[in-house]
């Protein structure tokens, strides 16, 4: 079993930043891709960020150039720094990962960005 444990989440105001994180336990033997997705209320979840563990990123269109994720492979964490938040961005992020083919979610973090 993988257990996935968020946090960072909070309330910004517009133009701020945040830095969720998010750490991996259980039986990792290997920890492939991670990623943070959100989902809005009345939205679907999306992807948001994802990282390999060579450290290829991809990001959604919209958070380009404000988030930026990366990885502590020795401590099985990924982060997601946000920049310039707006009130779009606000939504529950959840934290993803492949343990060696299975996927695991983490329960999420609540991000709320006011005007």
């Known amino acids: 079993q993988v257990q996935l444990v968020e946090s960072g989440g909070g309330l910004v105001q517009a133009g701020g930043s945040l830095r969720l994180s998010c750490a991996a336990s259980g039986n990792i033997f290997s920890l492939n891709s991670m990623g943070w997705y959100r989902q809005g209320t009345g939205k679907e979840r999306e992807l948001v960020a994802a990282?390999?563990?060579?450290?290829?990123?991809t990001y959604t269109r919209s958070v380009k150039g404000r988030f930026t994720i990366s990885r502590d492979n020795a401590k099985n964490t990924v982060y997601l720094q946000m920049n310039s938040l707006k009130p779009e961005d606000t939504a529950v992020y959840y934290c993803?990962?492949?343990?060696?083919?299975?996927?695991?979610w983490g329960k999420g973090t609540l991000v709320t960005v006011s005007s």
């Open positions: 990282t390999t563990r060579g450290g290829s990123t």
């Open positions: 993803n990962a492949d343990v060696e083919g299975w996927n695991y």
